[in-house]
């Protein structure tokens, strides 16, 4: 199983960004998925969360400026972030817990980081 993210990049003040996450391999059900960011020096933090249902949950300090959502049935996740501020810099890691072909239990797995900066 394979996460890659994609979407990142150098935005302005205010301006928008929207990171994908698309997982493949021999997949059998995707549980919860989330987005994290590691800025330099802090560990790796949530930025939001969302069930195989549908069920969100984000960090106080995204909560109105980013939106998470995915599409079941490309195994894809994504993460819309609206009025982005310069402490939004960080590289961002899509997370999900899979449950394989075969396999009888979820595993965690992280796709590599994809960096978003956000300039004053």
């Known amino acids: 199983v394979q996460l890659q993210a994609s979407g990142g990049g150098l935005v302005q003040a205010g301006g928008s960004l929207r990171l994908s996450c698309a997982a493949s391999?021999?997949?059998?059900?995707?549980?919860?998925m989330a987005w994290y960011l590691q800025a330099p020096g802090n560990e790796r933090e949530l930025v939001a969360s969302?069930?195989?249902?549908?069920?969100?949950n984000y960090a106080d300090s995204v909560k109105g400026r980013f939106t998470i959502s995915r599409d079941n049935a490309k195994n894809t996740l994504y993460l819309q972030m609206n009025s982005l501020k310069p402490e939004d810099t960080a590289v961002y890691y899509c997370?999900?817990?899979?449950?394989?072909?075969?396999?009888?239990?979820?595993?965690?797995?992280w796709g590599k980081g994809t960096q978003v900066t956000v300039s004053s």
């Open positions: 997370n999900a817990n899979i449950m394989t072909i075969g396999g009888g239990y979820d595993m965690v797995y």
């Open positions: 391999g021999r997949i059998f059900r995707i549980n919860t």
């Open positions: 969302i069930t195989s249902g549908g069920s969100t």
